[in-house]
């Protein structure tokens, strides 16, 4: 049992010496009190009861999230936040998109209200996102063959499926690539679905490991899920050529896999919507099932709406609407039904044809701005650092982020020597720079690429 000791000081709980006889202290069994030396001072004992949560132990702080929270207690002035995949305009700022704005306003003018949706979400969002994702007139929506429910943005909806998989696919397992988004970990492990690497990322080239991925791809047991970044791949920013995919699809339709695509930046990439969806659109060409997660978070601005899809290409109308009604099964007892702001924004933003086209140029202009930025924080490399280094792989990388080739020890020098905060392995987002910071973070990545051994006594390998 565990016990505390109360000190009361010159206040006491006993009464001074001239009452003691009355309460005959230490004489019965049952006073609370003990008897004290001192009447000036009381000691007693308190029991308390052991917490049921004390096998609990403390949570790792999230890596990502966690580099925020360093970054907003730091003071100085030249800070900067490269950590968060969030857009910032050139000033820094967070950005909401007009015809998000222009979308809730006619929300409010049509009075909608708040009631609950179906378990599978907005009817209206499941159309446009199927739609905009594959297409309209592609076949698989013409002939009804993708599943598709609403979902809490990328996260809710990988997880769904990570679900459907644990419970109608036992023992399969998915390959991810290696890096990988941090939380497509998190999710298979807490499905229980088992997961295994494939090469992806070159530490030599800082690019593409291809011939490593279709080897392993190659080598995976047959049936396995194959997660794939549908474009803009997080953390690399390294994609497949078109060519690449079509022998990516080639490898998988041989091994009998099934692809598992999260598609997290449609139109935020490369400005087109189209473009970014070529990768999932070409597996759908070739009649393969598979899976589709989508976010709005990125290419709409609503990370706080938590709204996104889960899809499931199946070879038949019948499979498909099976599916679904276990997708439903599935989310009913996770989270019931999901939030429908969000949804409304955009099915109304790609359902008007006035605010899908200001949606086009709005994200065309927050591509263009990284686009800008990339070419800016290149030039300053190039013009700054005389070593003869090749920093030409800035430029192949596509979407938010940069994969420097830094380690661990360059990323901490870049954070405790000029105050960039990023996570540490090496990626920076290209979103949280504008062109004013472009010169100061080269400077960073020079000092620390070239000297951070002053800092650190083990040898940096590239």
């Not at 679900?163 to 988004?181: D, Q």
């Amino acid at each position: 049992m565990a016990s505390s000791m109360l000190s009361l000081g010159s206040t006491s709980l006993l009464p001074r010496e001239v009452n003691k006889d009355k309460l005959k202290l230490g004489t019965s069994g049952s006073n609370p009190f003990l008897k004290a030396k001192s009447f000036s001072r009381v000691t007693m004992t308190v029991a308390v009861k052991p917490s049921r949560f004390e096998g609990i132990t403390m949570a790792p702080p999230d890596p990502i999230l966690g580099v925020s929270e360093a970054f907003k207690a730091d003071t100085n002035e030249l800070k900067l936040n490269l950590g968060v995949g969030a857009y910032r305009t050139e000033e820094l700022q967070p950005y909401v998109l007009n015809v998000v704005k222009k979308a809730e306003n006619l929300m409010l003018e049509r009075g909608d209200n708040k009631e609950y949706l179906p378990i599978e979400g907005l009817a209206a969002f499941n159309k446009a996102t199927a739609e905009l994702l594959f297409g309209a007139g592609h076949p698989v929506i013409k002939e009804q063959k993708v599943a598709t429910i609403q979902g809490l943005s990328g996260t809710g909806s990988l997880r769904l499926a990570a679900a459907l998989i644990e419970r109608y696919f036992p023992g399969a397992k998915v390959l991810i690539s290696a890096p990988t988004w941090g939380n497509h970990k998190n999710i298979f492990n807490d499905a229980k679905v088992p997961w295994s690497e494939y090469r992806y990322y070159d530490p030599k080239t800082i690019g593409l490991d291809f011939e490593g991925m279709i080897a392993d791809i190659k080598e995976a047991p047959e049936g396995s899920f194959i997660l794939l970044h549908g474009c803009a791949h997080n953390p690399t920013g390294i994609d497949p050529t078109p060519e690449q995919w079509v022998k990516i699809a080639d490898v998988i339709q041989e091994k009998n896999h099934i692809p598992f695509f999260d598609v997290a930046y449609q139109g935020f990439a490369s400005g087109s919507l189209d473009e970014d969806a070529a990768s999932v659109r070409l597996f759908a060409d070739r009649g393969m099932e598979f899976f589709v997660a989508q976010s709005y978070s990125k290419n709409l601005g609503l990370y706080a709406e938590r709204i996104g899809a889960i899809n499931v290409v199946c070879s038949s109308a019948d499979a498909a609407t099976r599916v679904k009604s276990q997708l439903k099964r599935i989310a009913r007892p996770m989270y019931s039904n999901p939030p429908v702001h969000g949804a409304r924004i955009v099915a109304n933003v790609v359902g008007d044809a006035a605010m899908f086209g200001e949606w086009k140029a709005e994200m065309e202009m927050m591509a263009g701005r990284i686009k800008t930025v990339r070419q800016k924080l290149y030039d300053s490399l190039v013009s700054k650092d005389k070593s003869g280094k090749d920093w030409s792989f800035i430029l192949k990388q596509i979407g938010m982020f940069s994969f420097t080739g830094l380690n661990k020890a360059q990323s901490d020098n870049m954070t405790n020597k000029w105050h960039v905060y990023m996570t540490k392995d090496g990626r920076i987002s290209l979103a949280g720079l504008s062109l004013a910071k472009c010169e100061y973070l080269a400077d960073a990545i020079i000092d620390s690429y070239h000297n951070a051994l002053l800092y650190w006594e083990t040898p940096i390998e590239l």
